[in-house]
């Protein structure tokens, strides 16, 4: 392949360029362009499974400290100190994803009771987390993450229950989790 370039002075100048060079950059580039698609692909697969899935939690976890997906402190057993902070992480499982016009829309929320051990509900907090996401890339890894101050709570036996609204399926579910505030 022959190029002409004209320079205000001077004469032309003439570049060339071998077909083979051609060639070699687009076999080094292809492969990134197919991992990509590859990548998309896969997403698109994993996104596909989730929505024809149902609806749960994953790794639901009492926790004593957490920093982000996947990365907790869990307590080793059901009993905590009263006075104190506790976290639940969980991961929703198979969240609904839909898929319109080239964006990504997920939408859930979660209430949070808390119950002693007599069905008394100590506190109610409907949509105590409320996640909406829209975007050009799919998000895959979402946790929810519940805070409790203990504050004066005696010690005693109490339940978590934690129900989570898939908005966009339309769909709930709930998970019940015993625990114990010691002195």
Do not use: W
Not at 59 to 83: H, I, M, W
């Amino acid at each position: 392949m022959t190029r002409e370039v004209n320079f205000t002075r001077g004469r032309p100048a003439r570049i060339f360029v071998p077909a083979t060079a051609l060639m070699l950059l687009g076999i080094l580039f292809a492969p990134v362009v197919h991992a990509q698609d590859s990548v998309v692909a896969l997403k698109e697969k994993i996104i596909d499974i989730q929505n024809a899935g149902t609806l749960g939690f994953r790794n639901f976890s009492l926790c004593s400290e957490v920093s982000t997906y996947g990365q907790y402190v869990r307590y080793p057993d059901n009993k905590v100190k009263a006075g104190g902070k506790i976290y639940f992480y969980y991961e929703p499982d198979n969240i609904y994803t839909d898929r319109s016009d080239g964006i990504y829309h997920i939408f859930f929320t979660q209430d949070m009771i808390v119950e002693d051990s007599d069905g008394n509900s100590l506190l109610n907090a409907p949509t105590a987390l409320n996640f909406k996401y829209d975007g050009k890339t799919p998000v895959l890894d979402v946790y929810g993450l519940n805070t409790l101050t203990l504050g004066d709570i005696p010690p005693g036996k109490y339940r978590f229950v934690a129900i989570l609204h898939d908005q966009l399926r339309n769909a709930e579910v709930r998970k019940i989790y015993p625990f114990e505030v010691v002195p």
